[in-house]
């Protein structure tokens, strides 16, 4: 069991003291980045670590080191990273504290694959810690193929022991590319780790909106009664990426949005808008309320495969660096999910993403049921648009509810207007990364904004058997869509079939 975290202390952590927090001061902090050389730590590990220490929200003996191959020595990887973390965080770097910051960076060059190398890392930790207690993280944002390798070494070298302090290792998407895989890598990962001092990072957890629709549901007496079969008609979640696949063709044509972005980024939406309240705000409780709600996902088959999902790919894919000529590989997807519990019966949760879209907008879409009874007769048609819930995870973080009124000075006109709450308007200073709620929280021992082992199987249950069927006659057509475009048309009309309509609204708050 993970301590209790109190839920307003969670959501306020990032604005307050260390000293406030139950953080042990008198232990030092050591966290290992492997993959120091790699993409995810100049471009937010660094950055996001950085920016905690500005906030005065490290631990104070906090001390970092990179692991990679390459053969730079502490002050040359410093350097670069100066570079870059001055690059990623823009004008939120400020020189004098990146100067007091980087002496607790230091660098290591081991390969993972070597045994001897994990011995010399110990060697090192021991004389960086000064034979003082300490708590060490292990970050791994090295190839996934490594992990049960890096976790392995990790155990022969006694680095996982925790008899001088608590031992903590922290696992990068993907976590495995299908059940079986995720299985095997769960099993030798828990050969070393007990699940407690196991992080699975899904960084969609750390944005601030997705943590703050907890908040949403489960801080105001309001939502309640109405989240539910009730008053929904149904459930729309959307990340639409402007964004091609880049550099990253060769691992994209791998995955596929799917694996990519459905298994973990989408489901994990799905699971904080459809859970219920756990008792208390303690990792396990949380987690085992959104287990639940996977639990209950109908699994598709036969004909539901054709009928209840939709893959497109953009149409310069083909053309892509890294990406096989005769690829069938969506790069966007559409799923109608069933959530067969007492709350959700009968409500249809649809998930969509891609890339080459019109716009980067995240956004959950609670879209209520229309009045029981219409007095108004609305240019004869006597439908309306039914209430909206907006809760717009990026660019702008916010949330819009939507609700008819009367135009005034008119005869008795409608129209669709709205409340909005905007962070940027509400709360100065500028929203923090994900990475730095996440690795706050790993130092802080509270796992709740992470997925447990059981969690991430039964994500890719639900999603292998979709990915089996998209390589059968089962499969639905993968149409080709034009960049800058919500997907592919079949995906608006499968909507309209259905009586429904997407909410393409490029992003509704600014
Ligand atoms: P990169 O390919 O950029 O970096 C890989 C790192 O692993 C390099 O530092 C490389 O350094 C190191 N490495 C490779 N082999 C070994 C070895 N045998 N021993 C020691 N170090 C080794 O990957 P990313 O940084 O992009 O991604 C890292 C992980 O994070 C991946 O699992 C990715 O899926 C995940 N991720 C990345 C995101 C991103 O935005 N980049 C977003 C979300 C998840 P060297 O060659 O010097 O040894
Ligand atoms: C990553 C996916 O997990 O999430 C990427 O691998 C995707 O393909 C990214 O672009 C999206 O993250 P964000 O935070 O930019 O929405």
Known sequence: MTEPADFSRAVHRLNQEPNSLHLDLAVSHTIVIFGASGDLTRRKLIPALYSLYVKDRLPPETKIVGVARSNFKSDSWRERLTDSTSRFTGERFDRKKWEEFAPRIHYLSADIGRGD????????????????????????????????????QLGEAGLADESSGKRRVVIEKPFGNDFQSSRILNDSVHRVFQERQVYRIDHYLGKETV???????????????VWNRNYVDHVQITVAEEVTVGSRGEYYDRAGVLRDMFQNHLLQLMMITAMEAPVRFEADLVRDEKVKVLQAVRPM???????????????????????????STATFAALKLWIDNWRWQGVPFYLRSGKGMSCRTTQIVIQFCEPPHMLFDEGGTKSLDANRLVIQVQPAEGIQLQFQTKVPDAELRLRMTDLDFRYA??????????????????????????????????????????VAAWQSPAAPPLERYPLQMWGPENSTEWMRTQKREWFDVCPVLH
């Open 117 to 152: 190398d994990f011995v010399k890392l110990g060697k090192f930790f021991e004389g960086l810690e000064n034979g003082k207690s300490s708590e060490r993280v292990y970050y791994l944002a090295t190839s996934p193929s490594l992990y049960p390798v890096a976790v392995r």
């Open 211 to 225: 943590q703050n629709m907890l908040v949403l549901r489960f801080a105001n007496t309001i939502f309640e009664p």
């Open 301 to 327: 088959q036969g004909l539901d495969f054709a009928s209840d999902t939709v893959r497109g790919q953009y149409e310069s894919y083909l053309q892509e660096e890294g990406v096989s000529a005769e690829s």
């Open 425 to 466: 308007r509400e709360f100065s200073g500028s929203m923090p990364d994900a990475y730095q709620r996440l690795l706050l929280d790993v130092l802080h021992d509270d796992a709740s904004l992470f997925a447990r082992s059981d969690e991430v199987e039964m994500a890719w249950n639900i999603i292998d058997p979709i």
